[in-house]
């Protein structure tokens, strides 16, 4: 699995070194840096997120206040060079504490705490959901959905052997489906990553659809999708 992660941090050589440890990590996907809270707040209302590497003192608004107006914040660790500020962390249920300068022994050591409890929750959780389609509650398993459409005031999920309208938005939606799995492309569609056969421009192909990205979600998505897999000739 891949962990999406934010740097949040006002020093920039501070940015650079965890930017640094992240790219040296596997299972970590650097899908966005700020400057400060406000930017991370901005951010967090437009990208799914999992977790956010974040500091204390930063202008504007510090990194306990940000974290004490998010509701389902994502995975935490604090990189911060005062160490006041621990006990107050993790009253936010932080995943970790770093103290500034973080070497990359500590480093790693933290995120693979953070691998292991997505693993742990990926294991405990369901791998299907239910939703009211046509009266009825049905159950559709994760691994059959290919794509998921926005229709003003509903969805439509297209599964691997039917099509069910469901009445709910698309941000719901994706907040109840595993983010390891599904990514959005564009304000109108969500996708199953491993049902894409193909990508054909600023198009992923499903089976017989044609999904659009939006470029404002292109480079992050496609990323993901090729990260590793891609194989070209020199």
Do not use: W
């Not at 300068?101 to 294991?123: A, C, G, I, W, Y």
């Not at 299907?128 to 509903?154: A, G, H, R, T």
Request: charged share 25%.
């Amino acid at each position: 699995m891949k962990i999406k992660c934010i740097i949040t941090d006002d020093e920039p050589m501070a940015r650079k070194g965890l930017r640094g440890y992240i790219d040296k990590i596997e299972f970590l996907t650097l899908i966005g840096e700020c400057e400060d809270a406000i930017q991370l707040n901005a951010m967090l209302k437009t990208r799914q997120v999992d977790l956010i590497f974040l500091d204390i003192e930063m202008p504007e608004m510090t990194g306990i206040e940000l974290l004490s107006n998010l509701t389902n914040s994502p995975k935490v660790i604090i990189v911060s060079a005062y160490e006041q500020y621990a006990l107050k962390g993790y009253e936010f249920d932080v995943v970790d504490y770093l103290l500034k300068p973080v070497s990359f022994d500590r480093f790693l050591k933290s995120v693979n705490r953070v691998h292991d409890l997505f693993q742990t929750e990926q294991k405990e959780g369901d791998d299907y959901i239910f939703v009211k389609s046509d009266k009825q509650l049905k159950k559709i398993m994760f691994k059959d959905i290919l794509f998921i459409e926005s229709m003003e005031n509903y969805v439509i999920i297209q599964t691997t052997s039917s099509k069910e309208v469901v009445y709910t938005t698309l941000k719901q939606i994706y907040e109840s489906l595993p983010s390891n799995i599904f990514y959005q492309t564009h304000r109108s569609y969500i996708v199953n990553i491993n049902q894409i056969n193909a990508i054909d421009g600023n198009q992923l192909n499903i089976n017989s659809y044609k999904i659009p990205v939006a470029r404002n979600f292109k480079d992050e998505i496609f990323h993901l999708i090729l990260n590793n897999r891609l194989i070209s000739k020199n």
